[in-house]
């Protein structure tokens, strides 16, 4: 019996034994591949140091219901408007007043973020009237409510008033002045540009951010880009759009400007980035009479920056 309890302990003591070398052996052995175990993790989301938007200006030539109507046209058309966050687009002749939401349904038709637009009435002196509309990027840019309104032109020195919105893009606020200046009239409706600014700023002297733009007609027979003496040629106002761009589909003049007062251009105006957008080049389009059916004038553009302490 002593024997037997001395085997029986001995045994014990080897269970023992293996067991804690087993023990031993899986702290210091890495578990296989299959058996590893790896957290799921979600990338935290990274925001740019300086977030950017781009404001542009589009006179698309007699835009109404026979423009629409043209498929290979409006799918130039609704790719442009993409570009941008902010887009005024010029000479939107429709008595109907169809043309403007359908070209907005043509642009959310496209895969990518919803726009939306704002419209001025029809505006002019003839029966030949044209709207302005903004086009904007909902998720980039908001529209101000109830900011847009057409300037109230108490002397009629323009053929169709200035259509002025304001909107805000992170930490910019900012007012549109949008004008398609009458090509006779240039020099003077360009110098009352002038006035326009001085009364935005009479009215809200928070508001610095203002930028104005368009078809000027301010090169030509139309207007000398190059005189100084226009009263909106002043120090105080900068044009941003170079006398060398080349604005037009047809020709080499510089009808299409932006014009920047002084608080935007040394604060949210991204230096250099003024440009003209040849959607020809850069899609390919080397069929001339597709390129004069979209439009006489290519859109032209400038980017802001939009996450610098507000200046207002």
């Known amino acids: 019996m ?8 001995a045994i014990a003591l080897l269970a023992i034994g293996f067991i804690a070398i087993t023990l031993y052996q899986q702290r210091q052995t890495p578990p296989s591949p299959a058996s590893t175990w790896t957290p799921t993790l979600t990338p935290t989301p990274v925001s740019p140091i300086t977030r950017t938007i781009r404001i542009a200006t589009f006179n698309i030539q007699v835009f109404g219901k026979t423009k629409r109507q043209k498929d290979h046209v409006m799918d130039i058309l609704e790719r442009i408007c993409r570009e941008f966050d902010v887009v005024l687009v010029q000479e939107i002749r429709d008595a109907k007043e169809e043309t403007a939401p359908y070209y907005l349904q043509r642009i959310n038709e496209m895969e990518g973020p919803k726009y939306k637009y704002i419209r001025s009435e029809r505006l002019g002196r003839s029966s030949s009237k044209e709207a302005y509309a903004y086009f904007y990027n909902t998720e980039t840019v908001g529209f101000i409510e109830d900011s847009d309104y057409v300037y109230n032109d108490t002397d009629d020195v323009f053929e169709r008033e200035p259509y002025i919105a304001s909107f805000r893009s ?15 009239d240039a ?3 360009i110098s009352n540009l002038a006035v326009v600014i001085h ?7 928070n508001e610095k951010d203002i930028i104005v733009m368009g078809d000027f007609n301010a090169d030509g027979s139309y207007f000398d880009e190059d005189d100084i003496s226009n009263p909106f040629k002043t120090s105080q106002f900068y044009w941003v759009i170079d006398n060398d761009m080349d604005t037009m589909t047809k020709t080499d003049w510089t009808y299409d400007r932006m014009v920047l007062t002084d608080a935007t251009y040394s604060h ?3 230096e250099d980035s003024i440009g003209v957008f040849y959607f020809d080049s850069a899609y390919g389009i080397d069929n001339e009479t597709l390129v004069w059916e979209v439009s006489d004038h290519y859109p032209v553009y400038a980017e802001f920056e939009t996450s610098l302490m507000d200046d207002d």
């Open 199 to 205: 009364s935005l700023q009479s009215d809200d002297p």
């Open 170 to 184: 992170g930490n910019f606020d900012f007012t549109l002045v949008g004008i398609h200046v009458k090509p006779d």
């Open 268 to 270: 949210e105006y991204i």
């Open 187 to 189: 020099y003077s409706e």
């Open 2 to 9: 002593k024997k037997l309890a001395i085997i029986s302990a």
